[in-house]
């Protein structure tokens, strides 16, 4: 299947789910970082699955009904404007390129919508999400109201078009699945680069640059979120990413970096010795949080419900604790105290595609965790974090560790595609003792 066919198969199956009703899907604004510095442009994720269009200020429109019809506005062609930043496509080029049945300039869209939402049952549109759209798609609304005398009606009903993507992007294709995976590849070489790079002395960022290199140098086009290069007591906070501290022999680097490649997030975490060696007591916490993956793992696979992976790496990382000492009384009763998250404090895995934390509900209308099925992606990520405390003796204050792997769902149970990311501790010595 054609990229292009498949990116016109997404847009009429969201049509068929609306009915009825217009859906209007803006891109990501540009933004700027300082004066008239702007950040490397994002698309909008939705905007972007549903059009496979990357340029800015452009809206998606679809039309659902007995005759569908999806619709871009885009920029124009410029050759001024062109030769200082780059090309554009142009309507035309962009209908050509993307299939779209039609195509304006970005310059018409104010006077084409209001004729296009004039009547229409229903309006798809992620209300709250910006306020400058949320005013303009006002505006529109308000300008039809005020053409009731002429028969105008406007619509009545409006719906998170949010909502019915979600539900399509849980679902990777085939052809999503395999940027996908090789988003992981190119990260996880990464990860086996730094092991191979990194020795005692150098500074977190030195590492972290590594990763830079190596994701842009395999094509990807950006880190997928800012990495977090975490030496000894560092990896104790959980979204640390200053990266500017020195690394010392005897501590532990937990690492957590991912790549975006067309879009698509790869999210990796691995932890290993500076010194290329795990110590007893690293090595005691390494196996147990390796173990608790293990098992989450395994619970990955069609007719487990969500939360499956997450229970069983509570159900052995709270035996773990118990068996250090850490935390006292039976493995319920540490459960359901809460005991545990002195060293486990966050969940073990959230979605994985178009944005790091995808979109998709974890719970279905009952309320009940959704059943995992072929197709879906997920991260598998559980750790443990030891901060100074009586409860612990002094050889295990300021390890943390967090051992995290991207999986598909399969007909069988699952895949996962960054094990390429080396993450015995057999691997990860002969790894790093082979520099
Ligand atoms: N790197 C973000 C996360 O692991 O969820
Ligand atoms: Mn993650
Ligand atoms: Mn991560």
Known sequence: MSDMQELKNRRQQLMQTMDVGIAVIPTAPEAIRNRDSHYPYRFDSYFYYLSGFKEPESVLVLIAGTTPKSILFCRDKDMEREIWDGFRYGADAAREALGFDEAYSISELDAVMLKLLANQPKLFFSLGDSAAWDARVTGWLNSLRSQARNGVSVPDDMVDVRK??????????????????????????????????????????????????????????????????????????????ANNTQLNAGDLLLIDAGCELDGYASDIT??????????????????????????????????????????????????GFIDFGWCKGSKDAVLESGAYRQFYMHRTGHWLGLDVHDAGEYKDKQGDWRILSPGMALTVEPGCYIRPADNVTKDFWNIGIRIEDDVLVTQ????????????????IEALMKAN
């Open 270 to 319: 691995r932890t290993f010795p500076i010194n290329g060696k795990f110590s007893a007591a690293q090595k005691d916490v390494y196996e147990l949080v390796l173990a608790a993956q293990y098992a989450a793992i395994a619970k990955v696979s069609p007719q487990q419900h969500w939360n499956a992976p997450h229970e069983a790496a509570l159900d052995v990382l709270i035996q």
């Open 164 to 241: 019915l993507v979600d539900e399509m992007r849980l679902y990777k294709s085939p052809v999503e699945q395999a940027i996908m995976r090789r988003s992981a590849d190119i990260a996880a070489a990464a990860h086996n680069r730094a092991m191979q790079f990194t020795k005692s002395g150098m500074m977190e960022y030195e590492v972290e640059a590594e990763f830079l290199h190596e994701f842009y140098r395999k094509g990807a086009q950006s880190p997928a979120y800012t990495s977090i290069v975490a030496g000894g007591a560092n990896a104790c906070t959980l979204h640390y990413n």
């Open 412 to 427: 069988q149970g699952c895949e996962v595609i960054t094990a390429k990311a080396v993450k015995t501790v057999t691997d």
